[in-house]
């Protein structure tokens, strides 16, 4: 039977209910995923041997859990421990007629749970295969999957989104109908835009390899 979906609106717990700036909070399950969908590199943060250690680390996703890979001798990817993931996108640089009205445009998310080590073979590929694809849409099928001795050298993490927080952050500074509007002084937004650039080839490859369509199409645009 295949498991409940989880609510379109995010529970607010302890660690997810929003204590300033409020307004920017969001518990829409969609909004938590668009930000997810817009990126692929997070930072999972863990206590390890009584110290915290924040790690960066691409991840991918399915309807319930956020997939993190790894190496089996990163301590950090030890598994059922209590976690917190971030994701987060700059938009753009506020810039206000005062430098303590400065601030940034972004989206923002953190997932708090117990993250624990998937071990059976088939979701791990499977977890793989949408984390793979999630980076690069097409490169799964194109490229050499994992063998038995790779698959064994690899940690991959399974966490669930059903316990997360999500804050966004658009628009102009709020200064603008304050005292420091009659400074003169300019103020607006600097945009923040990231694009993948034309495809560099390895110097190993044979010449007149052609670039495969789903990473040539890739060029130009941005990850979302």
């Not at 920017?24 to 995923?33: D, I």
Request: aromatic share 4%; hydrophobic share 40%.
């Amino acid at each position: 039977m295949a498991p409940k979906p989880l609510p379109p609106r995010l529970p607010e717990t302890d660690l997810t209910r929003h204590r300033r700036l409020r307004d920017q909070g969001s518990l829409e399950r969609a909004e938590l995923e668009a930000i997810l969908d817009a990126g692929f590199v997070c930072h999972l943060g863990v206590v390890v041997e009584g110290r915290p250690l924040v790690v960066p680390t691409v991840y991918g996703r399915d309807e319930r859990e956020l997939y993190l890979h790894g190496s089996v001798a990163s301590r950090s990817l030890a598994g059922d421990l209590p976690v917190c993931v971030t994701v987060t996108h700059i938009d753009g640089l506020v810039l206000a007629r005062s430098v303590f009205e400065h601030g940034v445009n972004y989206r923002s998310a953190m997932i708090h749970g117990i993250a624990r080590k998937v071990t059976d073979p088939e979701e791990k590929l499977e977890g793989l295969r949408r984390l793979t694809e999630h980076a690069t849409p097409g490169q799964w099928s194109y490229a050499r999957r994992p063998n038995r001795k790779e698959l064994a050298a690899t940690t991959l993490l399974a966490l669930s989104l059903e316990e997360a927080s999500v804050k966004i952050r658009s628009g102009a500074p709020d200064d603008g109908d304050g005292p420091d509007a009659e400074l003169g002084l300019w103020a607006g937004v600097l945009p923040l835009t990231s694009v993948w650039g034309e495809p560099v080839a390895d110097p190993a490859l044979p010449s007149g390899t052609a670039v495969p369509g789903h990473i040539a199409r890739r060029a130009g645009t941005r990850h979302a």
